[in-house]
């Protein structure tokens, strides 16, 4: 112990830290950054008050709105909240324990729709065909599924390509993946509203961050302008991928 510190108060410090931090980051890639600093101020000039200053009136108003407030905070920002533990749930780290005697027999039926999904993305690339596969994993998409039209067949190249063809029917919108099948098309998807997304990527990349926010659904989106192969996955792009590349991100 040093200066009145413990080991456990410099511990206590870090983790506080981290956490803000870990918010932080959630909040920019949400747009809500100018809200969490509002947060953030508020927080502190509660501390002031309350406690350094120990102003009865106001800091009984204060502890009362930070009591109703945070019940608030939750409602306002459920999505954020829910992302935050999502993310703590599917660390890698902790996942691994977990996933490692079942992921041989994954990797066996993963295969089977992989490269259909590649071939199909690589053939619309080429043709400048826009599409959209939502590939859903732990988190049901089934209110997703359920806002298009069922589809339930086995995932192969040609079915995906004529479903996305120019003059189809059912073109519009994104399908489905479970397991290795389709499971619906032509599904509305929620839209993202991050700042960040740069602006010459279209309505279709929204869609898909705006679902790999959401869930942990991977997204893979073809554009139509330029042909150009993207993958939306825990809030993040990863743009203009080739054939090998595809097959390496579905793969993991």
């Known amino acids: 112990m040093f ?9 206590d410090i870090l983790l506080v830290a981290a956490m803000l931090y870990y918010f932080y980051r959630l909040m920019k890639e949400s747009g809500s950054l100018n809200v969490f600093i509002g947060i953030l101020l508020f927080f502190f000039t509660w501390i002031l008050v309350s406690r350094l ?3 009865r009136l106001m800091g009984s108003i204060m502890d009362q709105l930070m009591s109703v407030g945070t019940i608030a905070l939750i409602v306002i920002f459920h999505d954020e909240v829910r992302n935050f533990f999502k993310r703590i749930g599917s660390n890698r780290r902790i996942l691994f324990l ?5 992921r041989k027999n994954e990797d066996d039926k993963n295969k089977e729709m992989i490269m259909p999904i590649v071939m199909a993305c ?3 690339s080429q043709q400048k065909i826009g599409a959209l596969i939502v590939i859903e994993k732990e988190d049901s998409l089934n209110e997703i599924a359920s806002t298009g039209e069922a589809i339930n067949a086995n995932v192969g190249q040609r079915l995906i390509e004529a479903i996305f063809f120019k003059n189809a029917p059912l073109h519009d919108g994104a399908i489905v993946i479970r397991g290795n099948r389709i499971v619906a098309a032509q599904c509305i998807l929620p839209v993202s509203h991050n700042l960040n997304i740069p602006k010459k990527l279209g309505l279709r990349h929204r ?3 705006g679902v790999a926010e959401k869930t942990d659904a991977l997204a893979v989106i073809v554009s139509e302008e330029t042909g150009a192969i993207s993958v939306a996955k825990d809030g993040k792009f ?3 991928l080739d054939a090998h590349k595809l097959e390496e991100i579905l793969s993991k």
């Open 3 to 11: 200066f009145g510190f413990s080991i456990i108060d410099i511990i």
């Open 53 to 55: 200053l120990q102003m």
């Open 98 to 102: 977990t996933s490692y005697f079942a």
């Open 122 to 124: 690589v053939s619309m």
């Open 207 to 209: 869609a898909a961050m």
């Open 238 to 240: 990863m743009l203009n």
